[in-house]
């Protein structure tokens, strides 16, 4: 993500409290970039678990076996990062990816 370069202006007013919010305003600018990508990031990796997911069970004709799979995943995925891979999550990424199958979409889903 491209960001803009503040330029440093003259400080006009030498007070703390000016000084302060200028920073205050910088630091909060720069948050909601980072929030803002962070979730476009793990809106893409979602999708593409998803995905994984549906090729690996339906394309590889293991539908039978599609809720194995994901608890066994789950647990491996668990035990390697932590909370957020549930069975539950991974069946909403499957989900996810059934809904919107075109990547394109995803450029509609989060702001550049």
């Known amino acids: 993500m491209a960001t ?3 330029k440093i202006s003259p ?12 920073i205050k305003s910088q630091i909060e600018q720069v948050l909601l970039q980072v929030v803002v990508t962070v979730n476009q990031l793990l809106t893409h990796l979602y999708w593409y678990i998803g995905g994984l997911i549906h090729h690996h069970i339906l394309e590889g ?3 039978a076996y599609g809720k ?3 608890a066994t ?3 491996q ?7 957020g891979y549930t069975k539950s999550s991974l069946s909403r990424m499957w989900n996810f990816h059934q809904c919107f ?3 394109n979409i995803l450029a ?3 702001p550049n």
């Open 4 to 6: 803009k370069k503040n």
């Open 11 to 22: 400080v006009k007013n030498t007070g703390a409290d000016f000084l302060f919010k200028e």
């Open 61 to 63: 004709n293991r539908a």
């Open 68 to 70: 194995e799979i994901i």
């Open 73 to 75: 995943l789950s647990q």
């Open 77 to 83: 995925l668990t035990a390697e990062y932590g909370e």
């Open 101 to 103: 199958r075109d990547a």
């Open 108 to 110: 509609t889903l989060s």
